[in-house]
């Protein structure tokens, strides 16, 4: 088992900056292939980005390329997104995923979710 909790999640101006965490306990963090996925109010669960354990393998979701980036630093067993260039469109609710073996884009692949951290942009 591997508990997530996400914070960093705030209101934002359009073309501003924020930073998530995604802090991790339990089970051996370095193993996990970590992932952020997003909700916004009535859609469905939309993939985000994604690092392998090593850091070595990234995936980002299309509408989030070249704004967003994911990284990790396992010594404080930690995931970050930093979102630059924010829209409205990425109002959410975020969270952070684990999965034990391999790191992959499909919200059913991760078995640990954490509860969620809100990100508001204003336009």
């Known amino acids: 088992q591997v508990q997530l909790v996400e914070s960093g999640g705030g209101l934002v101006q359009a073309g501003g900056s924020l930073a998530l965490s995604c802090a991790a306990s339990g089970r051996t963090f370095v193993s996990y292939a970590m992932a952020w996925f997003r909700q916004a109010p009535g859609k469905e669960r939309e993939f985000v980005a994604a690092i392998s354990w090593s850091g070595g393998t990234l995936y980002y979701g299309d509408s989030v390329e070249g704004r967003f980036t994911i990284s990790r630093e396992n010594a404080k067993n930690t995931v970050y997104l930093q979102m630059n260039s924010l829209k409205p469109e990425d109002t959410a609710v975020y969270y952070c995923?684990?999965?034990?073996?391999?790191?992959?884009?499909?919200?059913?692949?991760?078995?640990?979710w954490g509860q969620g951290t809100q990100v508001t942009v204003s336009s």
């Open positions: 995923a684990a999965d034990e073996l391999r790191v992959g884009v499909a919200e059913s692949h991760y078995d640990y």
